[in-house]
């Protein structure tokens, strides 16, 4: 079956890293882009970041600029998010997506995973 899983959440805090791992299976890994999306308690779901199956560019939204990083292990299926300098606001559910029309935003994925708990404290 198709898998998304989600690992590396936890708490830590402001200042501090974590570094989120998402291991795909039961699809074909390299012909879907692969993001990161986040969710906080009665917020709605925003997009943080997308690698590109096509070419291997980038996406990262504007609040996560300069702190995170989004990385893809081919040989492994596993995207990677490396987030730095971690704020109270990026507090949420973490949660990896794969989507066949490649880096097209939220309404473009086609799986998700159940995602992981991320917790910054001040």
């Known amino acids: 079956e198709v898998q998304l899983v989600e690992s590396g959440g936890g708490l830590v805090q402001a200042g501090g890293s974590l570094r989120l791992s998402c291991a795909a299976s039961?699809?074909?890994?390299?012909?879907?882009?692969i993001g990161w999306s986040r969710q906080a308690p009665g917020k709605e779901r925003e997009g943080v970041s997308c690698?590109?199956?096509?070419?291997?560019?980038?996406e990262y939204a504007d609040s996560v600029k300069g702190r995170f990083t989004i990385s893809s292990d081919n040989a492994k299926n596993t995207v990677y998010l490396q987030m730095n300098s971690l704020k109270p606001e990026d507090t949420a559910v973490y949660y990896c997506?794969?989507?066949?029309?490649?880096?097209?935003?939220?309404?473009?994925?086609?799986?998700w995973g159940q995602g992981t708990q991320v917790t910054v404290s001040s």
């Open positions: 997506a794969a989507g066949w029309l490649g880096c097209s935003g939220e309404r473009g994925y086609d799986y």
């Open positions: 039961g699809f074909g890994f390299d012909d879907y882009a």
């Open positions: 690698i590109s199956n096509s070419d291997g560019s980038t």
